[in-house]
């Protein structure tokens, strides 16, 4: 069974810092990896999709990467804004359908 | 290109009764799945539907269900509401052509708290 873990849940960094947020997995066998983000009660918005035979995708200040051999992805924010503030979400997907698995997210922080 | 667009987007109902939240997905996707969001579980998948069969289902109760038509619009319904049935329930929509990448868009949300 497919788990993921995303690590810290939660992250304060002034502005101006590049971060990094974790995401882990426990079965190697996917399709696909997507980040998101989510602002307070509010639906989710598509950051970066990896599939499983790409090592990273990139946009404007955003840097994910995807590691299967260890189950890991990691996303990169680069010099951080207060506009950053919000949860990421990391989710896996292990076909071409629209069930993917969630992790319970880090909540972002960035402070002016 | 309008985005997936969900409604009610807030409704607030009593224990005991039923609710039916409808989705309608980015024009030209066909497939649209269902997610639970709470505050202590998370996101978690309800079921999907693509040309109007359900193709993959969560683990949830039979209280809850969901359809597909054939404009590729789906509704889903919460039957018996219970207290723990208030959430966000949000839905995703993706083009699903064969090879593709699987990209989930979502929606808004509608929030339903249960009384």
Known sequence: KQEVTQIPAALSVPEGENLVLNCSFTDSAIYNLQWFRQDPGKGLTSLLLI???????????????????SGRSTLYIAASQPGDSATYLCAVGSGNTGKLIFGQGTTLQVKP | KAGVTQTPR??????????????????????????????????????????????????????????????????????????????????????????????????????????
């Open chain 2, 10 to 115: 807030y409704l607030i109902k009593t224990r005991g009764q039923q609710v039916t939240l409808s989705c309608s997905p980015i024009s030209g996707h066909r497939s649209v799945s269902w997610y639970q969001q709470t505050p202590g579980q998370g996101l978690q998948f309800l079921f999907e539907y693509f040309s109007e069969t359900q193709r993959n289902k969560g683990n949830f109760p039979g209280r809850f269900s969901g359809r597909q038509f054939s404009n590729s619009r789906s509704e889903m319904n919460v039957s018996t509401l219970e207290l723990g049935d208030s959430a966000l329930y949000l839905c995703a929509s993706s083009h699903d052509a064969g090879g593709g990448t699987g990209e989930l868009f979502f929606g808004e949300g509608s929030r339903l708290t249960v009384l």
């Open chain 1, 51 to 69: 599939q499983s035979s790409q090592r990273e995708q990139t946009s404007g200040r955003l840097n994910a990467s995807l590691d299967k051999s």
